[in-house]
């Protein structure tokens, strides 16, 4: 019986120092501060973004600026990272500091604007599918369309 006790009793202090080495011991998040577009800011606040990020050990804080604002009025030394709106003040940013490497992590989908009449026709001829209340165009086959100059009225249908 005092066997068994024992036994219990080691299994149940090794299992106490391995929680307790977890909590305690583990590495904090680096601190990460960035500056971003106000567009980006959402993201960023978003709490399953936020224990995304200190998963990989990444505790970041952002503060808002406008991309020509970054590009331009701030002391880009005093941030890990910078996060404008478009290319442009990415370029510039760039220019300005030398850093030569760039990350795109999302793009924001490009939405086009048109009659519901040129939508079924692009439906028709293959080029695009009705969702249910909005389309998606197969951009492969709508872009020989516009770099051969084809009109709407053109197309059969």
Same mark, same amino acid.
């Given at each position: ?5 024992? %036994?219990?009793? #080691?299994? !149940? ?6 929680? $307790? ?6 590495p ?6 960035? $500056?971003? &577009?106000? @567009?980006k /800011?959402? +993201?960023?606040?978003?709490e399953? #973004? =936020?224990?995304?990020l ?5 505790d970041v804080?952002v503060?808002?600026?406008g991309?020509?604002? /970054?590009?331009?009025?701030?002391? %880009?030394?005093?941030?890990? +990272? ?6 442009p003040a990415? *370029?510039?940013? =760039?220019? @300005? ?8 992590? +999302? +793009? ?9 009449p040129?939508?079924d %026709?692009?439906? *028709? =001829? ?7 209340g909005y389309? !998606? !165009?197969?951009?492969?086959? $709508? !872009?020989?369309l %516009?770099?051969? @100059?084809?009109?709407?009225n053109?197309?059969? &249908?």
């Open positions: 019986m005092d066997r068994t006790r024992t %036994l219990f009793v #080691v299994i !149940l202090g090794v299992t106490a120092v391995t929680i $307790l080495g977890i909590f305690l011991f583990r904090k998040p680096d601190p990460v501060v960035g $500056l971003v &577009g106000s @567009e /800011i959402p +993201f960023f606040q978003d399953r #973004v =936020q224990e995304a200190r998963r990989n050990g990444l804080t503060h808002k600026a991309s020509r604002e /970054i590009a331009t009025e701030f002391n %880009l030394d005093e941030y890990d +990272f910078v996060f404008p709106a478009g290319v990415a *370029q510039k940013i =760039q220019q @300005e500091t030398g850093v030569s490497t760039s990350y795109n992590p +999302f +793009f924001t989908p490009m939405a086009i604007a048109s009659w519901k040129i939508a %026709l692009f439906v *028709q =001829q293959g080029i695009a599918r009705d969702e249910g389309y !998606l !165009l197969d951009m492969e086959k $709508l !872009l020989p %516009l770099q051969n @100059e084809v009109r709407w053109e197309l059969q &249908g």
